[in-house]
């Protein structure tokens, strides 16, 4: 394990479905991530957390809904989701934004999410 | 707009040999290049990193090497192993505090 631990690791949903995928690090980051993982694309920046304020959004359907209610522990909800977000969904963590620290970005593995 | 180009796309490599991966970019403002490393069913981990006042960077077997006249930075994995078998990406990041965007990522297949 990386010290983010993303849950859970699949998931299958219908259109009309409300589901939350979740991300937990214990690394003493500041800054926590959500990118979005799909064949042959470069990984999408969806949302950045900063010490748990919301510091970046890149115009992300409304249908994904972010929380952020500590530093450890980050969220984001879907609902009325459509075939094409079918993606893999990952979380990250750094101790700085820009270049992560030392250790870079800690990824977790991620949620592999199927929308039926 | 992709803001960093990475290619190729897919690549196989007899064990022994040499895995280059290549990526251009466009922003001037870049001044930080890492390489990420994908394993399947895992995130990506960092592997190596350059900045642009040196134009190469080595660690063990993997090589950055920077041209920033041309804005091209590669990745060399010497005596390429099955065990590198991997999803590779590139990314830059630039002044304040703006995140790293990532390439497309290079598929690589090392075989014995």
């Known amino acids: 394990e990386t010290g983010v631990t993303q849950t859970p690791r699949h998931l299958v949903m219908g259109m009309t479905n409300k589901k939350s995928l979740k991300c937990e690090q214990h690394?003493?980051?500041?800054?926590m991530y959500w990118y979005k993982q799909s064949a042959k694309k470069p990984l999408e920046l969806m949302f950045v957390?900063?010490?748990?304020?919301?510091?970046e959004n890149n115009s992300v359907p409304s249908r994904f809904s972010p929380e952020c209610p500590n530093s450890s522990h980050l969220f984001l909800h879907l609902h009325t989701l459509q075939p094409e977000d079918s993606a893999l969904y990952l979380c990250?963590?750094?101790?700085?934004?820009?270049?992560?620290?030392?250790?870079?970005?800690?990824f977790g593995s991620g949620t592999r999410l199927t929308v039926v | 707009q992709q803001q960093v180009k990475q290619s190729p796309q897919s690549l196989i490599v007899q064990k022994g040999g040499i895995s280059i991966i290549n990526c251009a970019y466009e922003?001037?403002?870049?001044?930080?290049f890492p390489w990420y490393q994908q394993f399947p069913g895992k995130g990506p981990a960092l592997l190596i990193a350059?900045?642009?006042?040196?134009s190469e960077k080595k660690e063990g077997r993997f090589t950055i090497s920077f041209n920033k006249s041309a804005k091209q930075f590669s990745l060399h994995i010497m005596d390429s192993q099955p065990g590198d078998s991997a999803t590779y990406f590139c990314?830059?990041?630039?002044?304040?505090?703006?995140?790293?965007?990532f390439g497309k990522g290079t598929r690589l297949s090392v075989i014995a």
């Open positions: 990250a963590s750094s101790q700085d934004r820009r270049t992560g620290g030392i250790s870079g970005y800690t």
């Open positions: 922003n001037t403002a870049f001044d930080y």
């Open positions: 350059i900045r642009p006042d040196v």
């Open positions: 957390y900063s010490l748990e304020e919301r510091v």
């Open positions: 990314a830059a990041s630039g002044r304040g505090n703006t995140p790293l965007v």
């Open positions: 690394l003493g980051h500041n800054a």
